[in-house]
């Protein structure tokens, strides 16, 4: 139908009718309200969208875990930097300095790899 919509429709429901309509909005792909009554006025029908509450717990923690290796590339860059600088200018004792942090990045690496390892063997249970 590609006719202007004009014309609008009043109903007068309670505060728990208004709250279990929202309610069901909330888990449809409906944009607005008004096409959810729409589809479900016109007996059309309504895409339900279900969550996999596990999946989005798994994203939010690669999302988090990616956050992560990022900041860890940009430290072992930094490392790589200093190490080479160290190297040609200093001796001993603040190259220690300096392998403690690599180590530390080092976990860090080593965080992200057993989650992503755990995260894998979920997948293909």
């Known amino acids: 139908m590609d006719t202007k919509r004009n ?5 007068y429901v309670s505060a728990e009718e208004l709250n279990r309509i929202r309610e ?3 888990q449809t792909a409906c944009r607005n309200m008004s096409e959810y009554g729409r589809q479900v006025l016109l007996g059309k ?11 989005d ?6 999302i988090r875990l990616r956050k992560t290796l990022e900041d860890a ?5 930094q490392l790589r930097e200093q190490s080479n600088w160290y ?3 200093i001796p001993g004792s603040s190259l220690l300095s300096l392998l403690l942090q690599e180590y530390a990045l080092g976990q860090q690496l080593q ?7 755990k995260m894998n063997a979920q997948w293909w249970r």
Do not use: G, M, W
């Open 73 to 77: 590339t940009l430290a072992f860059d």
């Open 45 to 55: 029908p309504v895409v339900v969208l279900h969550r996999n509450h596990s999946l």
């Open 87 to 89: 190297r040609s200018r």
């Open 7 to 11: 014309k609008f429709i009043t109903i």
């Open 57 to 62: 717990q798994q994203l939010h923690e690669v």
């Open 24 to 26: 069901r909005f909330s």
């Open 111 to 117: 965080q992200v790899k057993r989650y992503f390892q």
